[in-house]
């Protein structure tokens, strides 16, 4: 490669670091402290979650700020005491509108959280609004008024609103919030009806109850392992709008407490993240080129200073996603190479561990 080459390869760096600072100024947040008078059902479906399932109840038992509100917790088949914990913690609040629901197992062609998901809809009666929730989530008292605000202040049908994330997984887990604040137009995601053009994430969804009906519900993605994402694509196929937010200041997500558990938890999803195995190897080799080829380019006579500008701009582009999403700064994003590498590995891993039927989430085996 000519010197003048090697410059030129810096553009689409600076291009996509340039991306992500438009997206962060951009970035839709909710209100503190917002009210609502609509019905609002909270829904969380659970299995084999009692060890982290106290302070996620009590957080949503302690919602202030709307006037109507019924949590539904469904019990999907738990075998390790789940249900007896969310009894536990009803009972430190008498009175409180929680209801404790027994679910059916999945029948033919359902995975397990779809189907979770939908016998939960179906229970939430005449609700304007139906906020799902994970287990490994923790709200703010203000974050459901806050999220149904926002839902109808920014007009869509479909809100996400990512919480912070925290727990194990410091060198992969802020790529979530850094891959759509770099490479998706969030203005353009919420004006195109382009199914594919769509970004969600499954710890926290806010959905106008209409909307969500139009789309078929949680049955139209009942097979789908990214049913997060296939629903707000299902959501834009029938005419409705979907958006992102930070949910950072309202909200915190533990999705994992050991590299072993969050190598399992991407395992189960990564390889149907691209549409295809030559979607994921052209995504992967396009980022390793990008960000994890600077630092070893670095080493090589003549090119040392564009190489540092090209590792320099993946750390800033980390930099602005970390500070727009509540993310750690310093020094996780001087590891940005890093992080690039291991999320490599983990799509490659994905893959061979589907050829080879070995992928099971929760008990259940997955196709």
Not at 308 to 313: M, P, T, V
Request: a positive charge; proline letters at 5%.
């Amino acid at each position: 490669m000519t010197g003048s080459a090697a410059w030129l390869a810096l553009l689409p760096a600076l291009l996509l670091t340039g991306h992500t600072a438009v997206n962060a100024r951009l970035l839709r947040r909710p209100r503190r402290d917002a009210t609502t008078a609509e019905r609002v059902a909270v829904l969380l479906p659970l299995r084999d979650e009692a060890a982290r399932v106290a302070p996620c109840l009590r957080s949503l038992l302690a919602q202030r700020g709307v006037a109507d509100l019924t949590v539904h917790v469904l019990d999907d088949g738990s075998t390790d005491g789940t249900a007896e914990v969310v009894r536990a913690v009803a009972g430190e609040a008498p009175g409180t509108r929680l209801r404790l629901h027994t679910g059916a197992p999945p029948p033919a062609g359902w995975l397990g959280k779809p189907h979770a998901c939908h016998q939960l809809a179906r229970l939430a009666g005449d609700a304007d609004v139906l906020v799902f929730v994970d287990a490994d989530v923790v709200l703010r008292p203000d974050a459901v008024a806050g999220a149904v605000d926002l839902l109808r202040r920014a007009g869509v049908a479909l809100l996400s609103p990512y919480p912070k994330i925290v727990g194990a997984g410091r060198l992969v887990q802020p790529l979530l919030q850094w891959s759509w604040l770099t490479f998706l137009p969030l203005r353009g995601m919420e004006r195109s009806a382009r199914a594919s053009l769509a970004a969600a994430g499954g710890q926290w969804l806010v959905l106008d109850r209409a909307g969500y009906r139009a789309a078929g519900g949680h049955a139209a993605v009942r097979a789908e392992i990214l049913e997060d994402i296939a629903l707000a694509r299902a959501v834009k196929r029938a005419g409705g709008r979907i958006a992102l937010a930070d949910g950072s200041r309202l909200a915190t997500c533990r999705m994992y407490d050991s590299w072993r558990e969050l190598a399992d938890g991407y395992a189960k999803s990564l390889w149907a993240s691209f549409g295809s195995a030559a979607g994921a190897a052209a995504v992967v080799v396009l980022l390793l080129l990008l960000y994890a080829l600077p630092p070893l380019a670095a080493l090589v006579p003549g090119y040392a200073l564009v190489a540092l500008l090209a590792y320099l701009l993946g750390v800033t582009g980390r930099v602005i996603s970390a500070r727009a999403t509540g993310g750690r700064v310093l020094p996780d994003a001087l590891a940005h190479p890093l992080s690039i590498a291991l999320f490599a590995w983990l799509v490659a891993r994905s893959f061979h561990l589907r050829r080879r039927r070995r992928l099971a989430w929760r008990g259940r085996a997955l196709p």
